[in-house]
């Protein structure tokens, strides 16, 4: 099992946001969790990446069988889980390179392997580019500086293919992407589908899906899964809208 | 130093010359300041009458002066009477080898990549011959002397060289200037001169000699530099390895003359002690710094990288005299911890088609506070002067403070001005990004920091680029979670 998520309540101050969520990711799956805004996605990813800002008052989420509410945010990276950002941030001054070699290279280190020096990380960065389309300048430009939106996404898919996640959590991937970035997108995300590594696709809509196709969908509504089901049922949100499923809550 | 340190030993004490030291205490001075320690300064230093009397009347009109209040540091009252005015060069207490030294300063040599040849000679321990610094001086010195460069301490440009100290010195920054660069010219003891004639360009960074023989800076140095017609050199003051003094009050001079088509780049970077984490103790660096772009295309870059002293105080400065004479100010100026630091430039346009530029990165953390003061001033004919300002400011935590006092005076209506202002903390957003790819807290915030002074780090010679980006990390160390 790649993520079970028990029962799990949490809140922001007094607020509770996630009010009981199970959900058990398996090795090699690709799951959706689609949703309206403020329905709690982004908690949901937050918390299992580790951000700080929200407590959680009940139940557990183990990875790879092991419960990780206690491991630092960077051990969580370390051992496996990787978020793409829905907002990128921004790093002046530092460029791509050097950022993504840290990374990789913390990686490596955490593995008791020897880091890689540049020239060699150099000739690594420029096939993964390839996978997701990165210009050259790409390089030498800071972190995510004057990005477009679709860029700033292409380069979260580039960091997920070099740092070689098992767990991905792709949130709101899709949004501020035009038909041909989503395209380049999902292409990079279906690349690297294997056995051995899972996902989790944040959505609002069902449009990411078209390209990327789920194993599992479950929609989430006030904190709460209220329903789980196949690629047919992205669809039938598409279609039916989320006010289908306000009235099975009823 | 070495050949200062001669003139001295030879003037005041036989035993010195064997290398052991029998009595500090004789070659210091009793507190306290008057006329009579003036003189003897003078004496000791075996200079000309001319230079005494410019001494005295400094002395004269520092009397009548009072200690500045206008920036936003805060420290005790300075009791000028308590502090001793002149210290004969001291010889270190030599150790044997490294393993005699703190292993925590070695630590610290370490993590700033500092050669271990060099981490011998800051913390005093005996060099082998090879690398021994008077050698090292010998070979620098004939190389320099071949190019008609002159580079000595002031004291022996003083005997030496008389009528250029004469014609320069207290041109840039005169006597009664303000409150501590007047004392500093009633007392000032130490310091360096250059001379770089007509045409020549200085073939090698200055800094690399400085390195190794200035260590022993003193507490009112004076610097002198001055770069004839169509000259370069490029100069750099201090080390990354941090310095301990036990002169709590630092009070330095430094002008730059720059003639016809000359090129000055001077560059700072100070780590003296800061105090500790409670905020006692620590240097008060006060400091003049000035240059002069005395004729057309002339430039003057100063580029700064402060970290160290309790209290900073200072404001480089260019005067643009000549027509398309060019000022640079680029400085990061980082405190932590109960630090404090105003420090900024001025740049003021006289000449035509002058045009300067100042990018200041403040970093404020621990309890900290950080200021950036600076003037532009465009004088009535300085036609189509250009300034571009950009100042920015990074906090980490919430108790610091980060501060930006930009002062505008154009009398001009062709001038183009640009000024650029922002802070910002440093974002748990970016933190917990970098976290999310496996980088730690600490990386992360080195990172950050380093690529927010990237503007001010590649204005460095090489060498101290990389060093500079170390000091960061030493010096933001515990200050974050």
Same mark, same amino acid.
């Not at chain 1, 500086?145 to 949130?171: A, C, H, W, Y």
């Not at chain 2, 169509?230 to 080390?239: A, N, P």
């Not at chain 2, 398309?324 to 740049?347: P, R, W």
């Given at each position: 099992m790649m993520l079970k998520i028990k029962n799990l309540h949490a809140s922001v101050g007094d607020k509770p946001i996630l009010k009981g969520i199970n959900l058990e990711v398996k090795a090699g799956e690709m799951h959706a969790i689609m949703g309206r805004n403020g329905s709690g996605k982004s908690t949901l990813t937050n918390i299992i990446t580790g951000k700080e800002g929200y407590t959680i008052t009940d139940g557990s989420i183990e990875y790879k069988g092991k419960s990780i509410l206690d491991d630092s945010p960077e051990d969580r990276a370390l051992n496996g889980i990787f978020q793409s950002f829905q907002y990128p941030v921004v790093i002046h001054g530092v460029n791509n390179t050097y950022f993504l070699r840290t990374a990789y290279n913390a990686k490596r280190k955490y /593995?008791?392997?020897?880091?890689?020096?540049?020239?060699?990380?150099?000739?690594?960065?420029?096939?993964?580019?390839?996978?997701?389309?990165?210009?050259? %300048?790409?390089?030498?430009?800071?972190?995510?500086?004057?990005?477009?939106?679709?860029?700033?996404?292409?380069?979260?898919?580039?960091?997920?293919?070099?740092?070689?996640?098992?767990?991905?959590?792709?949130?709101?991937?899709?949004?501020g992407l035009d038909i041909d970035a989503l395209k380049i997108v999902a292409n990079g995300v279906n690349n690297f589908r294997r056995e051995d590594r899972s996902f989790i696709v944040i959505t609002h809509y069902q449009r990411l899906l078209k390209y990327i196709e789920p194993d599992v969908v479950h929609v989430l509504?006030?904190?709460?899964?209220?329903?789980?089901?196949?690629?047919?049922?992205? /669809?039938?949100?598409?279609?039916?809208?989320?006010?289908w499923l306000d009235g099975d809550q009823l | 130093m070495s050949d200062e340190k001669k003139i001295i030993d030879d003037a005041i004490d036989q035993e010195y010359k064997y290398g052991f030291v029998t009595d500090i205490e004789q070659e210091t001075f009793p507190p306290g300041l008057d006329e009579e320690v003036i003189r003897k300064i003078s004496a000791k230093k075996l200079e000309p009458g001319w230079l005494l009397d410019w001494r005295l009347k400094a002395y004269r009109h520092w009397k009548t002066m009072v200690e500045p209040t206008w920036s936003s540091v805060k420290y005790p009252t300075v009791d000028f009477q308590s502090i001793s005015y002149f210290s004969a060069p001291k010889k270190k207490?030599?150790?044997? %080898?490294?393993?005699?030294?703190?292993?925590?300063?070695?630590?610290?040599?370490?993590?700033?990549?500092?050669?271990?040849?060099?981490?011998? $000679?800051?913390?005093?321990?005996?060099?082998?011959?090879?690398?021994?610094?008077?050698?090292?001086?010998?070979?620098?010195?004939?190389?320099?002397?071949?190019?008609?460069?002159?580079?000595?301490?002031?004291?022996?440009?003083?005997?030496?060289?008389?009528?250029?100290?004469?014609?320069?010195?207290?041109?840039?920054?005169?006597?009664?200037?303000?409150?501590?660069?007047?004392?500093?010219?009633?007392?000032?003891?130490?310091?360096?001169?250059?001379? $770089?004639?007509?045409?020549?360009?200085?073939?090698?960074?200055?800094?690399?000699?400085?390195?190794?023989?200035? /260590?022993n800076t003193g507490q009112f140095e004076r610097t002198l530099i001055i770069a004839d017609e169509?000259?370069?050199?490029?100069?750099?003051?201090?080390?990354t390895a941090p310095m301990r003094d036990e002169n709590q009050l630092h009070a330095a001079v430094v002008e730059l003359v720059a003639h016809k088509d000359a090129n000055i780049k001077y560059s700072t970077v100070q780590n003296w002690y800061p105090g500790d984490k409670e905020g006692k103790g620590g240097i008060y660096n006060f400091v003049t710094k000035r240059g002069i772009c005395l004729d057309d295309n002339s430039k003057i870059s100063w580029t700064q990288v402060e970290t160290g002293s309790a209290i900073t105080w200072k404001?480089?400065?260019?005067?643009?005299?000549?027509?398309?004479?060019?000022?640079?100010?680029?400085?990061?100026?980082?405190?932590?911890?109960?630090?404090?630091?105003?420090?900024?430039?001025?740049?003021?346009?006289?000449?035509?088609?002058?045009?300067?530029?100042?990018?200041?990165?403040?970093?404020?953390?621990?309890?900290?506070?950080?200021?950036y003061r600076g003037e532009v001033k465009i004088m009535k004919g300085a036609d189509n002067a250009r300034n571009y300002s950009q100042c920015d400011s990074i906090l980490i935590g919430d108790q610091c403070g980060a501060h930006t006092f930009p002062y505008i005076d154009v009398r001009n209506h062709t001038a183009k001005m640009e000024h650029e202002a922002t802070t910002s903390k440093i974002g748990e957003e970016q933190i917990?990004?970098?976290?999310?790819?496996?980088?730690?807290?600490?990386?992360?915030?080195?990172?950050?920091?380093?690529?927010?002074?990237?503007?001010?780090?590649?204005?460095?010679?090489?060498?101290?680029a990389m060093e500079a980006q170390k000091l960061m990390e030493v010096s933001l160390e515990g200050s974050i979670g």
């Open positions: /593995l008791g392997q020897p880091e890689l020096d540049a020239a060699s990380f150099m000739k690594l960065i420029r096939e993964k580019m390839k996978l997701v389309e990165m210009d050259r %300048s790409y390089l030498k430009r800071s972190v995510n500086d004057g990005f477009s939106g679709g860029e700033k996404k292409r380069n979260e898919i580039l960091q997920m293919v070099t740092l070689e996640p098992s767990l991905s959590i792709l949130d709101e991937t899709d949004s509504m006030d904190g709460q899964i209220v329903k789980t089901g196949g690629k047919e049922l992205a /669809l039938a949100l598409e279609e039916k809208g989320y006010g | 207490p030599e150790l044997k %080898s490294l393993d005699e030294v703190d292993p925590e300063l070695l630590e610290t040599y370490r993590k700033l990549g500092i050669p271990l040849e060099e981490q011998k $000679i800051f913390a005093g321990v005996a060099v082998d011959a090879v690398f021994d610094s008077v050698s090292v001086t010998t070979t620098f010195k004939k190389e320099l002397s071949n190019h008609g460069i002159i580079f000595c301490p002031l004291s022996e440009a003083v005997q030496n060289h008389p009528d250029l100290v004469k014609e320069y010195l207290g041109s840039v920054v005169p006597a009664a200037d303000n409150f501590y660069a007047a004392l500093n010219s009633a007392v000032f003891s130490e310091g360096s001169f250059v001379y $770089i004639p007509k045409g020549v360009r200085c073939p090698m960074e200055l800094s690399t000699y400085f390195r190794i023989n200035a /260590l169509g000259s370069h050199v490029s100069y750099l003051e201090g080390c404001y480089p400065s260019v005067i643009l005299k000549g027509d398309n004479s060019i000022g640079e100010f680029y400085s990061v100026a980082l405190t932590n911890n109960y630090q404090q630091a105003d420090t900024g430039t001025k740049m003021i346009h006289m000449g035509k088609n002058t045009k300067s530029t100042i990018i200041s990165k403040g970093i404020s953390a621990g309890k900290s506070q950080n200021a917990f990004y970098c976290n999310q790819r496996g980088i730690s807290e600490e990386d992360a915030v080195s990172m950050i920091v380093n690529g927010f002074c990237k503007d001010v780090f590649q204005e460095l010679p090489m060498e101290f």
